[in-house]
């Protein structure tokens, strides 16, 4: 298993019945898909008490599409269980995007702080716990310092083209043939790997 601080990808969970929008249009944040005529389209995963504080705090975390270093994360886990890992799919794309595009890092979970700290890319990398996010066999997230240090977050504005997608995740046969479905076509990009998703 690749440590997350040698890997090169970043991770973003979605439900499965967006995946195919996000291969044809692309991957937004969550304020560009509300205001857009996709919003109607889009299923919401996302812990709506994280969305009201985000609001709160008037952070504009709304208007970035937030990737997370590694999969299996505690917002992975949280998701999975509530919804199923089955009906999740990871979205992935390479950490070398950020040489494209604007990428930036908040290196704790964005929640430990009423603002949290945005980094340049390279500064953020540094700041990440590495230690703790490396250190697999000891990644308790009932600790919450443990907890913060994995929620380390990599955003951007920028649309994510759908051309800069490198692989989707799912969790099953059934759940690449469904979105395969809605595209009209195969997409070798969607790979079934259940050690992806949660349970730890």
Known sequence: MT????????????????????????????????????QNQFVDIADQKI?????????????????????????????????????????????????????????????DREVPKIFSYEEGFKRVRWDILDNVSNRDYHKQTIKNACMAECITESLVQAADIAYVFVYSVEAKMEIERNLGHPDPRIKVDPNKFPPF
Do not use: W
């Not at 440590?3 to 973003?12: C, E, W």
């Not at 599409?65 to 269980?81: E, R, S």
């Open 3 to 38: 440590a997350p601080s040698q890997g090169k990808l970043l991770y973003h969970l979605t439900h499965i019945s967006n995946v195919s929008s996000i291969l044809k249009y692309g991957l937004a944040s969550r304020n560009k898909i509300m205001n857009s005529s996709l």
């Open 51 to 111: 969305i009201r504080s985000r609001e709160e705090h008037n952070n504009h975390l709304l208007d970035y599409v937030l990737f997370h270093f590694y999969a299996k994360n505690p917002f992975d886990g949280a998701v999975c269980q509530s919804q199923g890992s089955e009906n999740m799919a990871i979205i992935t794309v390479y950490r070398d995007l950020h040489k494209k595009q604007d990428f930036y890092i908040i290196p704790m979970h964005p929640l």
